[in-house]
């Protein structure tokens, strides 16, 4: 039943058509929703580059209908560094988020004593700007989407890593201005302060800490990417964006409608 099931979700990450949510009712639980997960990912070719976290305030808790926050991996072809052009399908409804991005500099391998923040801040090589791209492959959207948005690889079209964000004091990453430009228009603003966790390596800690995380954990030179600091926007082609993490980073994306 689940390989039938991310078979379905992998035709419809192409060019398929959108999945009534009937057709994937039959999730038991988050065992089996991350198992799903798993399977998808295994049909995407690459190996996993980044990690993201998704459901990281009580608002976006709310409006997916979980009770706790979730992750997904990102395949490397997936992961655009720099500056991007990406195709996005009006039908998968995309969303855009403006995140931090923790690039690890070493292994955390897992272990019976939990990692915390002075075990990431140790980890760290760097904190990047970046975006993540929110896209559904069944009917209604994230709303209420709950084990689904599990399966469904974390609603993970794409993420974007953009420059380091200079900081001289590794505890103040909560309080960088994060603002989103569409089309030179700013669109959304907040700060990683609105996440769940007091600090973005709290969130990576979270992460390397979960009783889910597949055998291989958290690996040097990947990406967490801690949640969205400006909510959602919805995206349409013809459009470019722009992050802005205070003044010192900026990425940046155009997109375009998929063939």
């Known amino acids: 039943m689940t390989h039938f099931l991310a078979d379905t979700l992998w035709t419809a990450r192409g060019s398929g058509p959108l999945l009534p949510r009937s057709a994937l009712a039959g999730i038991a639980g988050l065992d089996e929703a991350y198992l799903i997960q798993q399977q998808l990912a295994a049909m995407d070719p ?38 991007a052009v990406m195709a996005v399908r009006a ?67 794409a993420v974007v890593i953009g420059p380091e964000i200079p900081c001289g004091d590794p505890l103040s990453f909560d309080r960088i201005d994060v603002t989103l430009e569409l089309a030179g228009v700013e669109t959304a603003r907040g700060t990683a302060a609105g996440l769940l966790w007091p600090h973005i390596f709290d969130a990576v800690a979270w992460l390397a800490n979960h009783p889910r995380l597949p055998p291989r954990s958290l690996a040097k030179g990947d990406f967490i990417l801690t949640g969205t600091c400006t909510g959602v926007t919805p995206l349409r082609p013809a459009l470019a964006a722009r ?4 003044s010192g980073a900026v990425v940046e994306a155009e997109f375009i409608a998929a063939a």
């Open 91 to 157: 039908a998968h409804a995309p969303l855009l988020e403006t995140e931090f991005a923790v690039c690890m500099g070493r292994d955390l391998p897992a272990r019976g004593t939990p990692y915390g923040r002075d075990d990431i801040a140790l980890a760290t090589a760097s904190v990047h700007a970046a975006f993540e791209v929110v896209a559904t492959r069944f009917e209604g959207g994230v709303a209420q989407s709950g084990l689904l948005a599990i399966a469904d690889g974390g609603v993970n079209q």
């Open 46 to 83: 690459g190996p996993v580059a980044a990690w993201k976290i998704g459901a990281t305030s009580p608002a976006a808790l709310a409006a997916i209908g979980l009770d706790e926050p979730f992750f997904a991996p990102v395949k490397r072809p997936n992961m655009h560094l720099g500056a």
């Open 243 to 246: 992050g802005r993490f205070g």
